[in-house]
């Protein structure tokens, strides 16, 4: 039905771009006729310490699945992201850090970059860090958490970066699974002119970290904070010791750089697992080409280096190709609802990657804020995060970008690494709400409950039929499950969780996660993590949790609660248990509406029906669908006359 609007490549972009449509076509037929031959020649955009001579090794199964690139390659992501920049960009801007404060900002140039990594990696060795040693990073957003990323890429030791918004309680979760024996945090976080409490956080987390030996505290506010003589060291400290000097390790191909936990299907997080060369050239690529960087561009994403975005379009790929990358700590609407826009004209952005609950919000509050500054620098747009509803993106179009700026709607995942499935602004026709086409390399297929693969227009499931360089290589310490997770639904297939449909011109529309995870706010969240922190309060008996729509989260969190026998309901209860979940969790879990549920709705064989909740709190009642396993169809009644989105 959106089909009618469609946004031609404007004329000007097919001339600059780096890829029209014609060499779209070619270079996407050869990536898929011969990977081996295309992913040799592209590999090549990083510095290799040992060239690579095998390009690809990958197994979806059924037997085996393992997935290897450029594996006998040797080379470092710190180096590719700094060192090999020197001597032609070495007083080039690496990051323009944008405060809380619209009065706070630094310049940091490739040369001041690389010197406080190389600092900080030395200070990370003096405390005891090696190679292979994971690292947890809880920062926000302050240039010192690239310095720490990029510091722990140096010596080959994972890092392991955990969203500051997180609890205590999942801080603790996330080190302990992966054993990281290092952390690092600061005293306090500042977003929106409000104070974090980073470092009692962490220390509260750390009551159930024995293992943690020692703990490097970033001074961001000088806020007060307990100290554990003997754990914890000063940032600054370490770094005002420590030698400039510090070689990069040689890492192979397929060294570990990162794990960044994910919310799947069932209660606990996966430790999602990248390694080194495929990754850094598949972040680098698709940086390059998805929003058409060429050297000078200004580039901006405002997602948290918390989030995979964060890692590969903050950090890795913008860096890696030498670029200027903006970072952000504060929110879009302090001190008002201009301030994206205000930051743009300050630091004249041209490049603007976001996400659709930002423009959502934003859109609210009417075009005055965005018309209050300029944004004449600004030349694309991208969208990243969930689908980007055609009413939003129509908004995001014409008042953001004035009718001027493609918008490049990016779909892909922590899991995939890097950018999937996007326009490229030189090449794509756009169509407001699709990700439209499949970037180089990338084969996407849409099979039915049956995994037989559909041909043409068709509405299915997401799956890819083969690997790409930056695709996850495992969960930590659980290869089973990863199997499990992404191969074992349509054997033979990557499966990504999410529904989609491809039109008459092949175009895809993603539709949203079709298992039990859902999106809010563009952040994932398990209703099975949601439940199981629900049910841990005392007074909860049973809880099931689903997604129902929202108009600016996206998807917003129902809980449907039991409680123990003798407990009554109360608008107290229920604020607590909200707060509980807040504590539990984040705030970004905090369920937006709570049932409270005399029962829930079950099979015979004890099964709960979500099909039946979801279409409860979608204000869907009227079609609940087959009811007839239901072993006391009562129970749907109340909850229908109670239901809490009208
Ligand atoms: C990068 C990132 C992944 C899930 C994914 C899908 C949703 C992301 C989207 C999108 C529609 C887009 N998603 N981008 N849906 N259009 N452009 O967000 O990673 O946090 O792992 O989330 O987000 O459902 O499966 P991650």
Redesign the pocket.
Known sequence: MFDVHNFPVPAEWAKRAWVDAAKYQEMYRRSIDDPEGFWAEHGKRLDWIKPYSKVKDCSFGPDDVHIRWFEDGTLNASANCLDRHLEKRGDQTAIIWEGDNPKEDRKITYRELHEEVCRFANGLKSIGVKRGDRVTIYLPMIPEIAVAVLACARLGAPHSVVFGGFSPDSLAGRIVDCDSHYLITSDEGVRGGRPIPLKANADTALERCPDVKKVVVVKRTGGKVDWVDGRDVWYEDLVAKASPDCPPEEMNAEDPLFLLY?SGSTGKPKGVLHTTGGYMVFAAMTHQYVFDYHDGDIYWCTADVG???GHSYILYGPLANGATTLMFEGVPNYPDASRFWQVVDKHKVNIFYTAPTAIRALMREGEGPVKAASRASLRLLG??????NPEAWLWYHEVVGDGRCPIV???????TGGIMITPLPGATKLKPGS?TLPFFGVQPALVDGDGKILDGAADGNLCMLDSWPGQMRTIFGDHERFVQTYFSTFPGKYF???GCRRDEDGYYW?T??VDDVI?VS???MGTAEVESALVAHDKVAEAAVVGYPHDIKGQGIYAYVTLIAGEEPSDALMAELRKWVRKEIGPIATPDLIQWAPGLPKTRSGKIMRRILRKIAENQHGALGDISTLADPAVVDDLVENRQNR
Do not use: Y
């Not at 709607?409 to 899991?415: A, F, I, P, R, S």
């Open positions: 994910t989030w995979v975005t969208s990243v995060g969930e689908p980007i709607d990016t779909w892909w995942q922590t899991e990700g990504s969780g999410d993603i949203g996660r999106n563009g952040h994932r």
